[in-house]
Nanobody
Framework: QVQLVESGGGTVQPGKSLRLSCTASGFDFSRNGMRWYRQAPGKERELVASIISSGTSTYVVDSVRDRFAISRDNAINTVYLQMNNLKPDDTAVYYC????????WGQGTQVTVSS
């Protein structure tokens, strides 16, 4: 079965960086697109970034495009979200998603940006 485990979250000051990781198992990771979503308190879950199976094409939502980047390492079944110059509005639970897979969600990792 699909299993996704996010890590790398934490509490940081504005302007700092974090790199989130999501390690996958239970499906052919190398042939599956991956996505990062986030959900802030009281708000809907929103797409942050996506990456195709090969990693050669990526998308990042406009609101964070200049600060975030998605990447993957298919050799270790891991997708990353590099987050730079973090802002308080980035505070959310960040979720990894396996594109088109049933139960293709991780448990989430909390990112808190606060001074």
């Amino acid at each position: 079965q699909v299993q996704l485990v996010e890590s790398g979250g934490g509490t940081v000051q504005p302007g700092k960086s974090l790199r989130l990781s999501c390690t996958a198992s239970g499906f052919d990771f190398s042939r599956n697109g991956m996505r990062w979503y986030r959900q802030a308190p009281g708000k809907e879950r929103e797409l942050v970034a996506s990456i195709i199976s090969s990693g050669t094409s990526t998308y990042v939502v406009d609101s964070v495009r200049d600060r975030f980047a998605i990447s993957r390492d298919n050799a270790i079944n891991t997708v990353y979200l590099q987050m730079n110059n973090l802002k308080p509005d980035d505070t959310a639970v960040y979720y990894c998603n396996a594109w088109g897979r049933e139960n293709g969600w991780g448990q989430g990792t909390q990112v808190t940006v606060s001074s």
